[in-house]
């Protein structure tokens, strides 16, 4: 199965780390955070990739070139929402069923073998997290996708959205068609609520999940990285 790699934007809660490069390329024990993505969707089994470029698109091409990964480049010129990054892929994808993930997330080697399902079904991947509150909340019925609901003030479960999809597509048309959310961005997530209303998407359990949000996040990740990595 393909693998389409969201990594257009800037980082902006990373700082002064990404005047220089984008978030994909802030390094995490010495390495810039999208190696340890490639290297364990390779370990997952995946070999064929598409990363998302847009801010600093020039100093991932110099990565990659230097690299021993074997990526597809395409552009987002305008950050216009993940829908519309999904969208730059769509001549990559083909007739094709493939994964979303987001660049600036690890995933368990496990959870991203689950995700690789040959059916009729669309699949998000889901956590259940003490602290919900800064997240999209995956509402579920006999575990089919009800709703995603995004970052909702009041409990409405546990759930967490991880950023991890398998997709059909199908979903291109469905996006082209999309307007803009209340903060001006094609949603790949309004997507998905759309096929939710149409019994089509269905989660698939997190066994962990490693998110670089912000500057704060590195030490932790390092940490992380140190007791789990494995080359």
Not at 153 to 163: C, E, R
Request: negative net charge.
């Amino acid at each position: 199965m393909k693998v389409v790699i969201l990594a257009a934007g800037k980082g902006t809660r990373m700082e002064s780390l990404t005047e220089k490069v984008p978030k994909v390329l802030v390094e995490v024990n010495g390495k810039p955070f999208l190696y340890y993505v490639l290297k364990n969707l390779q370990k997952a089994g995946y070999k064929d990739f598409c990363l998302v470029v847009g801010y600093k698109k020039e100093k991932v091409t110099e990565y990659l070139d230097q690299s021993n990964f074997k990526v597809t480049i395409v552009e987002q010129k305008e950050q216009l929402g993940t829908g519309h990054a999904v969208l730059q892929a769509k001549e990559f994808v083909g007739e094709e069923d493939f994964l979303v993930v987001s660049g600036d997330n690890l995933f368990s080697k496990d959870d991203l073998k689950k995700m690789n399902k040959e059916d009729d079904y669309y699949y998000i991947a889901g956590l259940e997290v003490e602290e919900w509150q800064k997240y999209g909340i995956l509402i579920t019925e006999n575990n089919f996708l009800k709703e995603i609901k995004e970052k909702p003030k009041d409990f409405v479960g546990p759930l967490i959205n991880l950023g991890l999809y398998k997709c059909k597509p199908e979903i291109f048309p469905l996006l082209e068609q999309l307007k803009s959310s209340p903060r001006g961005e094609i949603e790949l997530t309004d997507a998905l609520n759309t096929l939710a209303n149409e019994k089509k998407v269905k989660i698939v359990e997190g066994e962990w999940w490693v998110d670089l949000g912000c500057k704060e996040d590195i030490a932790r990740v390092e940490h992380f990285l140190d007791d789990n990595w494995e080359e």
